[in-house]
């Protein structure tokens, strides 16, 4: 929605906006664009009277404003809509799709159109590091119209309970994975694999299904019909990675075809990345950027905010943020990490199990197999209020013995990873909210105790 906001106030609209519990990046892109944010939800913000209210699912019937403009007949419309309607129309649509990867994979595809010269829009549910900002109009549709919309499962709208990306009817669709997530609005897998279905059937048959090979769910979903072009990546039939090497750099040269178009030195670590990586230069090829040109620019990519980024060092302790909240994607980065930092390093994870499904405990039994990298585990979990997990982390993370300890106050949690700390280690915080500030706060006690951090 932050992002919505940016490519509306571009397009030269005048806007405002409210919300809850509002943090960095997106804080900080929304001031420096001038954009006035309220904070909270009130029924006497109905007095701005604006032309239209753009709704953000995160709104229920209950919420105060909502139930003002309802009740005063306001004109209101969703953000999927919204952009779909007057953003994507005339557009070369490029979405990626997938239980994870999104983001990255996006400001990968971004990032390869822009260095080919191509000036495509995006709107990404994060900040790419090579833009600095989540959104942007990019080039006329006029000259290449070219835009990349990160294409997100989740429900619509409280009256809208699609998955926001059956209103981008892309022409060139990625879908990166397929796995159970959101249980608080899907029952089950097959409920996620029906939207995808609807998302598969907006794609017109010139353009073309960017789709990773041997995904169980991903094969039903094309089982129930596909009207477009299917290009396979992670397989050696197509897409794939040859000559991996891994360690202090991530090298693979890409192939398709029979044809190697070139090593790439992939500052982004891990399996998931390569498939990222082979995601992007394929849906850019489509767009017309040769593979070789998609390389290259790979090469220089710089990452994304909360993707395995690096906050700091203090007393030889380096501090990492990332946004994974899923079992899937926690193991997967501390994998990435752990290859990048080599066996003999220490990684701590510090986790706050904060998306609705988390918070629900329907993943609480995979997570302790998903922290299996990590040498030491520290959990946070709010036992009162409205982040409070409905059930026990202690419990769930017992299986991890005494590597895994469990907090309700984050000063606590802070002051027991600045105690284990020792040179040398690794801390990685995994979070798709704000955590409190913990990023910062670890630096400083880092920082406030490096005499015994460094006799350790």
């Known amino acids: ?87 994507l129309r005339n557009q070369w649509v490029l979405a990626v799709a997938g239980t994870h990867g999104k983001t990255t994979t996006s400001s990968m595809l971004a990032w390869i159109l822009e260095y080919a010269g191509l000036r495509p829009g995006f709107l990404i549910g994060g900040v790419p590091l090579d833009f600095g900002v989540s959104a942007r109009a990019g080039a006329p549709a006029s000259e290449t119209g070219l835009f990349v919309i990160e294409a997100d499962e989740y429900d619509t709208a409280f009256f809208d309970k699609r998955s926001k990306f059956v209103h981008y009817f892309p022409r060139t669709a990625v879908l990166n994975n397929l796995e159970y997530d959101h249980a608080d609005i899907f029952p089950d897998l097959a409920a996620i694999e029906t939207q995808f279905h609807h998302l598969v059937r907006g794609v017109p048959r010139s353009g073309k299904l960017i789709v990773k090979a041997s995904d169980p769910a991903l094969e039903r979903v094309l089982e129930r019909g596909s009207w477009s072009e ?14 991996v090497q891994e360690g202090a750099q991530h090298l693979f040269d890409v192939a398709f075809g029979g044809r190697s178009f070139g090593r790439l030195n992939l500052p982004e670590a891990g399996a998931h990345n390569r498939s990222n990586a082979l995601a992007a230069i394929a849906a850019a090829r489509h767009a017309g950027v040769p593979p070789g040109l998609a390389v290259e620019a790979l090469a220089r990519f710089r990452g994304v905010k909360r993707r395995l980024e690096h906050r700091g060092t203090r007393a030889g302790v380096s501090v990492y943020d990332d946004f994974a909240h899923h079992p899937t994607a926690i193991a997967t980065t501390l994998a990435g990490l752990r290859r990048r930092v080599g066996g003999q390093a220490r990684v701590l994870a510090i986790l706050e199990p904060r998306s609705n499904t988390m918070k629900l405990g329907a993943m609480k039994a995979q997570l302790p197999d998903s922290l299996r990298e990590a040498d030491l585990v520290f959990c946070y979990g709010a036992r009162e209020g409205k982040g409070a997990l409905g059930w026990d982390p202690a419990e769930a993370l017992a299986p991890l013995g005494t590597r895994a300890r469990c907090f309700d106050r984050i000063d606590d949690l802070v002051g027991a990873v600045a105690r284990a700390a020792r040179v040398g280690d690794h801390l990685l915080v995994m979070s798709n909210g704000g955590f409190g500030g913990v990023h910062q706060k670890l630096l400083d006690a880092l920082q406030a105790s490096a005499p015994s951090a460094r006799a350790a």
Not at 230 to 243: K, L, M
């Open 1 to 87: 929605m932050g992002g919505l906001a940016l490519l509306a106030r571009s397009a030269g609209h005048k806007v405002t906006g409210c919300d809850a519990n509002v943090y960095p990046p997106m804080s900080d892109q929304l001031a420096a664009a001038g954009i006035e944010l309220m904070e909270g939800f009130d029924a006497r913000q109905i007095a701005l009277r604006p032309d239209l209210y753009v709704v953000g699912n995160v709104v229920s019937r209950g919420n105060p404003l909502m139930e003002e403009i309802l009740d005063t007949g306001g004109r209101f419309v969703s953000g999927p809509q919204w952009v779909g309607e007057q953003l």
């Open 230 to 243: 299917i290009e396979c990546f992670d397989t050696a039939g197509a897409w794939h990675a040859t000559s």
